[in-house]
């Protein structure tokens, strides 16, 4: 499975950008995608996840009501639509897949997700 996130770039505080996470490959072995982003000197952290078949979605907390997480019906591209951005939003954004065995539960870990992509930069300036 390749994974291919995009749409980074940089705003300013109070505006809004769209993420793109491709994937290709066997996608068939995948269960999720979820979004991570990690900002210099900090861990990674979990963003958001969506399950292709139920749609079921997980928000963080830090970004629940400004950002939304979406699926095309094809399988292939995950979107992260990011409102109303604060500086603290700036990091390098992830994208992973996750197998068909992890849990919906488990999504939020790092470490449940086996394929990553490259990252996209986004800066935020107050």
Do not use: H
């Amino acid at each position: 499975v390749q994974l291919q996130a995009s749409g980074g770039g940089s705003v300013q505080a109070g505006d809004s950008l769209s993420l793109s996470c491709a994937a290709s490959g066997r996608t068939s072995s995948t269960s999720a995608v979820g979004w991570f982003r990690q900002a210099p000197g900090k861990e990674r952290e979990f963003v958001a996840a969506i399950r292709w078949k139920s749609r079921g979605t997980m928000i963080a907390d830090s970004v629940k009501g400004r950002f939304t997480i979406s699926a095309d019906n094809a399988k292939t591209t995950v979107y992260l639509q990011m409102d109303s951005l604060k500086p603290e939003d700036a990091a390098i954004y992830y994208c992973a897949a996750a197998g068909t065995r992890v849990i919906f539960s488990s999504l939020s870990g790092p470490g449940n997700y086996d394929w990553w992509g490259q990252g996209t930069l986004v800066t935020v300036s107050s």
